[in-house]
């Protein structure tokens, strides 16, 4: 596996999953770089952490994903969301204003480690995307410190989330 030449694209991605979906819970999702491997380009995922057992295991089990079980507390009004692991804070996402939002195709190629080895897959949907200005506040020296998220003052807020997530493929 390598990481492109001294840059990368990395996203934090913090969801809340609601009826009709299969599973209703949150989810925050760090993928630092960008990596090839195997002849395939795709997100590695460093962590995910999630509030719900069932998606845990399904995420480890299936897709050979890091998650791990966290805390959420969600304050629309406000336009704030907290995520802790354990007593540790992890992450405050602060969001204002409200922006044209228009339709968007994704595409989410996603490069993990399995017990067979490294493996690809990715999601294919749509989205109803916009553009918000915040701020992610990041726990010094917390499992999330060092990675420039801190940084990020211009965020994207999607509604009408479809996604499919393909089954994963071993590389060679």
């Known amino acids: 596996m390598t990481v492109l030449p001294g840059k990368t694209l990395a996203v934090l991605y913090c969801a809340s999953y609601e009826s009709p979906s299969a599973l209703c819970y949150h989810e925050l999702v760090v993928a630092p770089a960008l990596v090839a491997a195997g002849g395939r380009i795709g997100f590695w995922i460093s962590q995910i952490y999630v509030d719900d057992p069932v998606s845990r295991a399904g995420g480890r089990g299936i897709w050979g994903l890091p998650k791990e079980l966290a805390t959420f507390k969600w304050q629309a009004d406000d336009r704030e969301v907290a995520a802790h692991f354990g007593n540790q804070l ?3 996402i602060r969001w204002s204003g409200n922006r044209v939002a228009a339709p968007m195709p994704l595409y989410l190629p996603v490069v993990s480690r399995g017990a067979a080895g490294f493996q690809f897959f990715s999601g294919r949907g749509s989205a109803t995307v916009a553009r918000l200005d915040g701020e992610v506040l990041i726990e010094a ?3 999330l ?3 420039g998220f801190e940084r990020t003052r211009k965020l994207l807020a999607a509604r ?4 499919r997530v393909g089954t994963p493929r071993t590389l060679r």
Not at 160 to 163: D, G, K, V, W, Y
């Open 141 to 143: 020296g917390g499992p």
């Open 145 to 147: 410190s060092g990675l």
């Open 160 to 163: 009408r989330l479809s996604l």
């Open 90 to 92: 992890l992450c405050r």
